[in-house]
């Protein structure tokens, strides 16, 4: 499995890996940057394997096809 690519952290956010409740603020912004390097990763690997990457554009409900092309879902059925 290859390494997760290294992000640089601000000192407030390293000081939140110790103690996550001294600044809140700090902690969301270090999860939020793992959050967005994980979603980079799985959509780049799934362009890879050739299969669709579903999320969010906008608010909107869309589909990311390996091509690139994005198509926003009106409706979809459970």
């Not at 390097?37 to 869309?62: F, M, P, Y």
């Amino acid at each position: 499995m290859p390494e997760a690519a290294r992000e640089h952290l601000t000192a407030e956010e390293r000081t939140a890996v110790l103690d996550p409740f001294g600044n809140p603020e700090a902690f969301k912004s270090l999860w939020m940057k793992g959050a967005a390097l994980a979603q980079r990763t799985a959509v780049k690997e799934n362009d890879r394997l050739g299969i669709d990457s579903h999320g969010t554009v906008d608010g909107r409900l869309a589909v990311k096809k390996p091509s690139g092309e994005i198509n926003f879902v009106k409706s979809f059925d459970v």
